[in-house]
C-alpha cells in the first residue's frame, strides 16, 4: 500500500476537535432556539394587545358616528327587549336601542347589541325602517366580534359603552345623542 | 512537512474565525430583532394609551355637554372656578390581565371675561344686558408612557 506525499498528511478530526465543534454547534443551535423562542413569547404578547390597538378603537368611530345620528336612546337588557321596547335599564345593558328621526317626521330604529349568535359572541346591528312592520331576526351587520363582554350604561346621566376584551382589557367610550 | 502543518494550522485558525463570525452573526440578529421587537412594542403602548385616554375623554366632554348649568357653576361643581384647579387619579382602561392604566384629571372653568360678576368676569348691563353666562370647562388628562409626560385636554363651552 502506497501513500502519495500530501494524503499521507491528511488526517481526520480529533475528538477534541469534534467535541468542540459539537458544543459550538450546540450553542449556535441553543441560541437560536432562544431568540426563536422569545420572538413567539414576544409576539404573543403583542397580539394580546390587538383588541385596544385595532379594533376597539374602530367599534368607537363607528358607534359614535351611530349614536350622533340619533336623537334619542335606550338601555335594555337583551336584544328581544330592546326589540319589544321592554326591560330597559341604566346599567349592565347588553342591548342599545337608537332612535333616529327622518326629514318627513317618521322614524327609524336600530339596534346595537352584544349577544351570543350560534355560539358566538358578537356585537350586532339591527335596522328597523319606518317602512317595516317587525325587526329582521338576523342581525343585518355584525360590527365586531372580538370584544368579550360590551356593558351599555347611562348610570353617569351619558351614555357609556364598555368594551371588554378577551383577556381582560378594557376600554370605555362615551357619548350622547345629537 | 513543515509546509503541510502550517497549511493545517491555518486551516485551524480559519475555522475558528467562522465559529466567531457566526456568533457574531447571531448575536447581531438577536439584537436587531429585540431592538425591533422593543420599537414595536413602545409604538403599540403608545397607540393603546392614546385609544384609552381618546376614550376617556369622550367621556368628559359628554359629561362637560351633559350636566346641568346650575350643577356647573355650584361651589361643589366638578369644575372648579380658575385658578383653583381639581385634581384626582382615573382608571381610563385595563391593560390585558386586568392590570389598571391610570392618568391624572385636572378640572377647571374658566369665566367669560364680558359675564357679570355673579359670573365670575367684569361684565355690566351695559355690555352684557342679557345677563348671559359663558364658561369654559376645561379637562386635562396627563398620563405616561414609559419615562414621556404626555397631556391632552378638551375644552367645552357652556352657554344660558
Known amino acids: ?12 478530526f480529533t475528538l477534541i476537535e469534534m467535541a468542540l465543534s459539537m458544543a459550538m454547534t450546540l450553542g449556535i443551535a441553543a441560541a437560536i432556539l432562544t431568540m426563536v423562542q422569545q420572538q413567539m413569547s414576544i409576539n404573543s404578547a403583542v397580539n394580546r394587545f390587538a383588541f385596544l390597538r385595532e379594533d376597539a378603537p374602530q367599534i368607537n368611530v363607528l358607534l359614535t358616528n351611530l349614536i350622533n345620528q340619533a336623537d334619542d336612546y335606550s338601555i335594555h337588557t337583551t336584544t328581544s327587549n330592546a326589540k319589544a321596547g321592554t326591560a330597559a335599564v341604566i346599567d349592565n345593558g347588553r342591548a342599545l336601542r337608537l332612535r333616529f328621526r327622518l326629514p318627513d317626521g317618521s322614524f327609524e330604529y336600530a339596534i346595537v347589541s352584544f349577544e351570543i349568535v350560534s355560539g358566538q359572541r358578537q356585537l350586532s346591528y339591527y335596522r328597523k325602517g319606518s317602512n317595516d312592520q317587525s ?28 368594551l371588554v376584551g378577551k383577556y381582560g382589557e378594557e376600554i370605555t367610550f362615551a357619548g350622547n345623542p345629537s | ?61 359628554a359629561l362637560a355637554s351633559r350636566m346641568p348649568f346650575a350643577n356647573i357653576r355650584i361651589g361643589s361643581s366638578p369644575w372648579p372656578v380658575y385658578p383653583s384647579v381639581s385634581t384626582q387619579t382615573v382608571v381610563v382602561g385595563k391593560l390585558p390581565g386586568g392590570d389598571n392604566v391610570t392618568a391624572s384629571l385636572h ?5 367669560d371675561g ?7 368676569g367684569s361684565g355690566s348691563n351695559d355690555t352684557n344686558p342679557t345677563n348671559t353666562e359663558a364658561w369654559k370647562l376645561q379637562s386635562v388628562l396627563v398620563y405616561k408612557v414609559r419615562e414621556k409626560e404626555y397631556v391632552k385636554t378638551r375644552t367645552i363651552l357652556r352657554i344660558r
Open chain 2, 114 to 120: 364680558n359675564n357679570l360678576g355673579s359670573g365670575g
Open chain 1, 135 to 162: 325587526w329582521p331576526s338576523l342581525p343585518n351587520w355584525v360590527v365586531s366580534s372580538k370584544p368579550d363582554v360590551v356593558n351599555f350604561s347611562n348610570a353617569t346621566g351619558i351614555l357609556e359603552i364598555n
Open chain 2, 107 to 111: 378640572r377647571t372653568r374658566i369665566a
Open chain 1, 1 to 12: 500500500m502506497k501513500f502519495t506525499g500530501s494524503k499521507a498528511h491528511r488526517r481526520g
Open chain 2, 1 to 61: 512537512m513543515y509546509r503541510n502543518r502550517k497549511h493545517h494550522s491555518k486551516r485551524k485558525g480559519y475555522a475558528l474565525i467562522e465559529i466567531a463570525a457566526s456568533y457574531a452573526a447571531i448575536v447581531i440578529v438577536g439584537l436587531v430583532t429585540l431592538r425591533s421587537t422593543l420599537n414595536n412594542i413602545t409604538g403599540q403602548q403608545w397607540t393603546v394609551k392614546q385609544a384609552m385616554t381618546d376614550a376617556y375623554l369622550t367621556r368628559e366632554t
